[in-house]
């Protein structure tokens, strides 16, 4: 493989057309945004900088990794020549069946066609394109160029060349690669959300407040971020997302969104995005808000 294809500009797009990039292959990055896809550029420029800053890359290779970039706002003339498209376009089930018959029609007859989605089923995908054996889930965790974990999502139909074709391409992005089978939530987030709305029911049912519980789940489990924190990070509307799509994919009623979750996105606390979530950022500072805030 070594023409990529990368479906949108944002967040997980650009870090995927970076990562690739880095390690030398030949990526054209699609967005129906202008605007994404110059901001895109620029992030990528301002993390290669990071990266020179730590003695990981030089201002040459920085030169390089640009050039290799080739931005498009036309997804056919952008995955024509693609071997491996990797679709991160907005986490939305009707946007990306579109997308995927798009890229069924315009790829080569034998290119891979990847997910990026955090949740939605890479079956149902599948079934939109005429090649559900070449249609795969390839689940990078932001930032992209950071973090080693590659989820790789094997769908009803994925065939085993597939799915060994692209384990062995995480490889070379220096990636680590797991494989996974396609129920909902996948790995990551069957564990990671669950947690995540525990934390928000030990906060519902006044267990503890925000601070308490972050700091029980930092110190006392050694995560990094505590689960409340975490959540402001990724969106709480995403957290919601993604639980309604666990407690619809198993029909267990242990998968439901607590209801402080869903009472917080439909009062519009997403989190950072929003500047209050289980934390108050309105100040340019992180407050957790008491408590009590979370009863009324
Ligand atoms: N943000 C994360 O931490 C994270 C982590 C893992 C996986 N994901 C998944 O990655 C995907 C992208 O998430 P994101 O956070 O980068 O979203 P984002 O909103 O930052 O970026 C999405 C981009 O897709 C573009 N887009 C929308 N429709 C398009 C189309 N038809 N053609 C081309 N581009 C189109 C938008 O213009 C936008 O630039 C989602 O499926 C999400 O679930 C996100």
Same mark, same amino acid.
């Given at each position: 493989?070594?023409?990529?294809?990368?479906?949108?500009?944002?967040?997980?797009?650009?870090?995927?057309?970076?990562?690739?990039?880095?390690?030398?292959?030949?990526?054209?990055?699609?967005?129906?945004?202008?605007?994404?896809?110059?901001?895109?550029?620029?992030?990528?420029?301002?993390?290669?900088?990071?990266?020179?800053?730590?003695?990981?890359?030089?201002?040459?290779?920085?030169?390089?990794?640009?050039?290799?970039?080739?931005?498009?706002?036309?997804?056919?003339?952008?995955?024509?020549?693609?071997?491996?498209?990797?679709?991160?376009?907005?986490?939305?089930?009707?946007?990306?069946?579109?997308?995927?018959?798009?890229?069924?029609?315009?790829?080569?007859?034998?290119?891979?066609?990847?997910?990026?989605?955090?949740?939605?089923?890479?079956?149902?995908?599948?079934?939109?394109?005429?090649?559900?054996?070449?249609?795969?889930?390839?689940?990078?965790?932001?930032?992209?160029?950071?973090?080693?974990?590659?989820?790789?999502?094997?769908?009803?139909?994925?065939?085993?060349?597939?799915?060994?074709?692209?384990?062995?391409?995480?490889?070379?992005?220096?990636? %680590?690669?797991?494989?996974?089978?396609?129920?909902?939530?996948?790995?990551?987030?069957?564990?990671?959300?669950?947690?995540?709305?525990?934390?928000?029911?030990?906060?519902?049912?006044?267990?503890?407040?925000?601070?308490?519980?972050?700091?029980?789940?930092?110190?006392?489990?050694?995560?990094?971020?505590?689960?409340?924190?975490?959540?402001?990070?990724?969106?709480?509307?995403?957290?919601?997302?993604?639980?309604?799509?666990?407690?619809?994919?198993?029909?267990?009623?242990?998968?439901?969104?607590?209801?402080?979750?869903?009472?917080?996105?439909?009062?519009?606390?997403?989190?950072?995005?929003?500047?209050?979530?289980?934390?108050?950022?309105?100040?340019?500072?992180?407050?957790?808000?008491?408590?009590?805030?979370?009863? %009324?």
């Amino acid at each position: 493989m070594n023409k990529i294809a990368v479906i949108g500009s944002g967040t997980m797009g650009n870090g995927i057309a970076h990562t690739f990039a880095q390690f030398g292959y030949d990526v054209n990055l699609v967005d129906i945004s202008q605007e994404a896809l110059n901001k895109g550029l620029t992030t990528i420029a301002k993390n290669i900088d990071r990266q020179i800053a730590k003695g990981s890359l030089t201002e040459d290779d920085k030169t390089a990794i640009l050039n290799r970039i080739h931005p498009f706002s036309d997804l056919k003339e952008g995955v024509a020549e693609a071997d491996l498209t990797v679709e991160a376009a907005t986490e939305n089930l009707e946007l990306k069946l579109k997308i995927f018959r798009q890229l069924d029609a315009y790829s080569k007859a034998d290119a891979i066609l990847a997910s990026n989605t955090s949740s939605i089923s890479i079956t149902q995908i599948a079934a939109v394109t005429s090649r559900g054996k070449n249609v795969i889930g390839m689940h990078f965790m932001n930032p992209v160029p950071v973090m080693k974990l590659v989820e790789v999502i094997r769908g009803y139909a994925t065939s085993d060349e597939t799915t060994a074709a692209v384990m062995d391409l995480s490889l070379k992005l220096g990636k %680590s690669p797991v494989e996974v089978n396609d129920y909902a939530g996948f790995i990551a987030n069957r564990i990671l959300m669950p947690m995540i709305n525990e934390a928000i029911f030990s906060l519902y049912e006044c267990v503890a407040g925000v601070e308490e519980i972050d700091t029980v789940m930092k110190l006392g489990m050694a995560h990094p971020m505590g689960p409340l924190q975490l959540a402001d990070f990724i969106g709480l509307d995403v957290c919601l997302a993604i639980m309604k799509v666990l407690h619809e994919g198993f029909g267990n009623p242990k998968y439901a969104p607590c209801p402080l979750l869903v009472n917080m996105v439909m009062a519009g606390k997403k989190g950072i995005k929003s500047g209050e979530g289980f934390y108050d950022y309105s100040n340019g500072t992180k407050e957790a808000r008491p408590a009590a805030k979370f009863l %009324s």
